[in-house]
């Protein structure tokens, strides 16, 4: 039997960049693993939100927002919030949902991957 393994590519957003760079190290750690698990395992990580491609990964009292596109293989990491910021975050989310995805497309398109 052949097994096909794809892995996923990370993107991130400036919002995201942004949230990162105010964690801890020990979150920023946290961050990475879960990146990791992303990698390797794509729309297999975290709660469905209100959308398939919408999903949250929750850590240490707060979660990250993603969006999963398999069909480029690439999660694009969106933002980084507590739970008293959730529905805001959410909402900022499915507002700009159609310039995710062109991002995603353009950023294949500068690496030569689309």
């Given at each position: 039997?052949?097994?096909?393994?794809?892995?996923?590519?990370?993107?991130?957003?400036?919002?995201?960049?942004?949230?990162?760079d105010k964690l801890d190290n020990s979150d920023k750690d946290r961050v990475k693993?879960?990146?990791?698990?992303?990698?390797?395992?794509g729309d297999n990580v975290g709660k469905g939100l209100r959308i398939s491609i919408?999903?949250?990964?929750?850590?240490?009292?707060?979660?990250?927002?993603?969006?999963?596109?398999?069909?480029?293989?690439?999660?694009?990491?969106?933002?980084?919030?507590?739970?008293?910021?959730?529905?805001?975050?959410?909402?900022?989310?499915?507002?700009?949902?159609?310039?995710?995805?062109?991002?995603?497309?353009?950023?294949?398109?500068?690496?030569?991957?689309?």
């Open positions: 039997m052949n097994l096909i393994f794809i892995m996923f590519r990370i993107f991130t957003t400036d919002e995201f960049d942004r949230d990162y693993k879960i990146f990791n698990q992303l990698r390797n395992q919408l999903r949250e990964k929750k850590f240490d009292g707060k979660r990250i927002y993603f969006l999963v596109y398999n069909n480029y293989s690439v999660v694009l990491s969106l933002a980084i919030s507590g739970k008293k910021a959730q529905q805001a975050t959410i909402n900022r989310i499915l507002l700009n949902i159609d310039h995710y995805q062109n991002y995603v497309v353009e950023e294949l398109k500068k690496r030569g991957l689309a």
